[in-house]
């Protein structure tokens, strides 16, 4: 019988970092299924899920959670069946002129339409000609089958006059 969790990690950006958890991983003989890392700002965070046999499952999360005298904060998660319910991927494409608060107005549009995000990446940049500042941010989404495309880029591009919105199928 197998097990799944989901580990999340951040530390001190170094090399090696990958290969101290995937040789954990492997040493108890678990299965790295998929995986979101990234370096920022000098810390290094992730998450990965693997699957492991219920007899080795003690053990690498005892060996996982050593990493914490290290200096990693580590967490570990089982991991839930997934939903269900009916979605279309898409991804999303917003630029428009940077504000405080524009990443939690996009999130509570793409919330109150019931689209799940996946993945987001945002970034933070000069435009060409004017130097303002720019939102720029590409996400991995899935929308309900009942609720229309069009209607979550009006909703986003009712945020402000100046977003740009794109969605497209995945």
């Known amino acids: 019988m197998s097990s799944f969790l989901i580990i999340s990690v951040m530390t001190n950006d170094r090399p090696g970092l990958v290969e101290t958890l995937s040789t954990i991983i492997k040493n108890h003989n678990g299965n790295w299924l998929e995986s979101r890392m990234a370096q920022l700002a000098g810390k290094f965070a992730g998450i990965v899920r693997v699957q492991v046999s219920n007899n080795h499952k ?42 405080p608060g524009i990443v939690k107005d996009v999130a509570q549009v793409l919330a109150a339409k019931s689209v799940n995000v996946l993945e987001l ?24 089958t009942s609720v229309d495309f069009d209607e979550v880029k009006d909703s986003l591009e009712n945020l402000s006059n100046d977003l740009m919105v794109e969605i497209s199928k995945a």
């Open 121 to 144: 990446n945002t970034q933070f940049e000069s435009a060409a000609m004017s130097a303002e500042p720019l939102f720029k941010t590409q996400a991995q989404i899935e929308i309900p």
């Open 58 to 99: 003690e053990a690498m999360e005892a060996d996982l959670l050593a990493l914490r005298t290290q200096g990693w904060v580590i967490s570990l998660e089982a991991s839930e069946a997934e939903s269900t319910e009916k979605r279309a991927g898409a991804v999303l494409s917003i630029v428009g002129n940077d504000r």
